[in-house]
């Protein structure tokens, strides 16, 4: 029986993994190519992603997913990192991370409830072992003692303002651990508009990564928060207040 790899041009892929020195099992890719098939053919029926073209959504979304490598070491001393993906809508940057570092202890976390259904038959069908799909919002389920600040590392690719992103993820983080924001685009002023909510939910700010996708005119901006105290516990504050008055 031919392999799924043997369906496409993996070339650049390898080329760009290479180039965040990441090395992949045949098994690991042939979990990509699953869920890339199970993405383009789920989007039919729901809004998953604008994205489509096998080349583009390689790039774009796992590529794009797995450049947090430049900003953390998933690698390192902590073997059971646990990780939570805030708004991960077709599960990026969750479920990429999980194919490539498979130690990782992930929790993803979306509001629309056919979303929560595609990522659970794509974590059932991957055979993604601890990993936990939740159906709700990030201010509800901040709430709850079993996860507020239980992460190692929060992450979110949600198209949202830093200080509106700090409040909804920063409560998930433990002392210690960190929230590192997506951005597509250079944040100077975002961030620096940003400072006071972060110091308010016991963040601070760090270095910002900034680099282009491999081979491409893609800018990318990784913002490091470190958590350095407990959030207060009136935040986040209740469904819709986040982002009608930021802090």
């Known amino acids: 029986m031919n392999s799924i790899c043997d369906k496409y041009d993996l070339d650049k892929f390898y080329i760009d993994l290479e180039k965040f020195s990441i090395s992949l099992s045949d098994l690991q890719v042939e979990q990509f190519l699953l869920y890339y098939e199970m993405l383009v053919e789920r989007n039919k029926v729901i809004n998953l992603t604008a994205i489509t073209e096998f080349d583009e959504v390689l790039k774009k979304h796992f590529i794009d997913s797995l450049s947090l490598v430049k900003a953390y070491d998933l690698c390192g001393e902590k073997s059971e990192l646990t990780l939570i993906d805030i708004g991960t809508g077709a599960g990026f940057p969750g479920i990429p991370l999980k194919i490539a570092f498979p130690h990782l202890k992930i929790t993803l976390l979306d509001s629309l409830n056919k979303r929560v259904d595609f990522l659970k038959e794509v974590v059932f069908t991957l055979g993604l072992s601890d990993m936990e799909v939740l159906h709700g919002r990030a201010e509800d389920y901040a709430k709850s003692n079993q996860l507020r600040e239980h992460f190692d590392l929060c992450v979110s690719r949600a198209v949202a303002n830093l200080s509106v992103l700090s409040e909804y993820c920063l409560p998930y983080v433990k002392v210690g651990g960190s929230f590192i924001s997506y951005k597509s685009e250079k944040v100077l002023e975002e961030k620096k508009s940003a ?53």
Do not use: H, M, W
């Not at 490091?224 to 986040?236: G, N, R, V």
């Open 195 to 247: 400072e006071s909510a972060i110091q308010i939910l016991g963040g601070k700010a760090e270095e910002q990564v900034g680099f282009y996708l491999p081979d491409s005119d893609l800018y990318r901006n990784l913002i490091i928060i470190k958590k350095i105290k407990k959030t207060p516990e009136k935040y986040p504050r209740k469904a819709g207040t986040v982002t009608k008055r930021p802090l």
